[in-house]
């Protein structure tokens, strides 16, 4: 393994850490995807459920535009290789 790969390693494992945290806490985790415009992203919950949600206009908070069905979370768990949480 390369050290660029050690250090992506280790900072994917911190993200998980904090993913994991975070959701713990009942906190939503934001996922940024190159999928989505800019302004928007993916919040996942620890109920399981994950919306996309944008920006609003001040700024400083997002808006859901849409819950994603279970099978979508499921499949964008899967092409993000998230484990599914369980609270």
């Known amino acids: 393994m390369t050290q660029v790969q050690k250090l992506e ?7 998980m850490r904090v993913r ?3 959701l713990r806490r009942g906190k939503p985790f934001m996922i940024n995807s190159p999928d989505l415009p800019s302004y928007q992203c993916y919040m996942e919950y ?28 499921a499949q964008l768990r899967v092409a993000l290789g998230l484990t599914p949480f369980h609270a």
């Open 9 to 15: 390693q280790i900072g994917h494992n911190a993200i």
């Open 20 to 22: 994991i945290n975070k």
């Open 46 to 73: 620890a109920d399981g459920k994950i919306t996309i949600e944008q920006i609003n206009e001040s700024g400083n908070d997002f808006k859901a535009i849409r819950e994603l069905s279970p099978e979508e979370a």
